[in-house]
């Protein structure tokens, strides 16, 4: 690992579209912003707090999320997830992550992710299909 240390963060924003909500994620039958939904722009931030601080090869991969969705948003608003690296323990890098709508906190989670070689990795997961 190359430059890992905490206090890395990133944020992102996304527009929630029909593609988003818990009715087309079989989470709720509700229009508004999937659980699901809300977990993938929280991993996609704490990925994106790594960007260039990686060593070549390496990579990172999900390994726990504990996320609280608070509040519901509607189709068309505007949602920022801000993610935070915490703490660096060996491969397990370990994130705050916060989630807001254009009116308030609508989620926070706890999240791990951990340093992979990428090759091994991929081989690892490719050597499943041989069984």
């Known amino acids: 690992m190359s430059e890992l240390s905490p ?9 929630v ?3 988003d909500t818990a ?4 989470s709720g039958g509700l229009p508004v912003f999937s659980t ?4 993938g722009l929280m991993e ?5 707090a790594l960007s ?3 060593s070549p090869g390496q990579t990172t991969v999900g390994g726990h999320i504990d996320v609280r969705h608070l509040a519901a948003t509607p189709v068309g608003m505007q949602v920022r997830a801000r993610a935070e690296l915490t703490a660096v323990e060996g491969r397990k890098l370990v994130f705050k992550v916060q989630a807001w709508d254009e009116v308030e906190l609508i989620g926070e989670a706890d999240h791990d992710r951990f340093v992979i070689d990428e ?3 991929v081989a690892k997961v490719a ?4 069984r």
């Open 36 to 39: 699901p939904a809300l977990v």
């Open 52 to 54: 260039g601080h990686l």
């Open 7 to 15: 206090g890395l963060s990133a944020e992102l924003e996304h527009t």
């Open 23 to 26: 009715s087309r994620w079989g």
């Open 127 to 130: 050597a499943k299909n041989q």
């Open 17 to 19: 579209t029909d593609a």
């Open 44 to 48: 996609s931030a704490a990925v994106a």
């Open 119 to 121: 090759a091994k990795f």
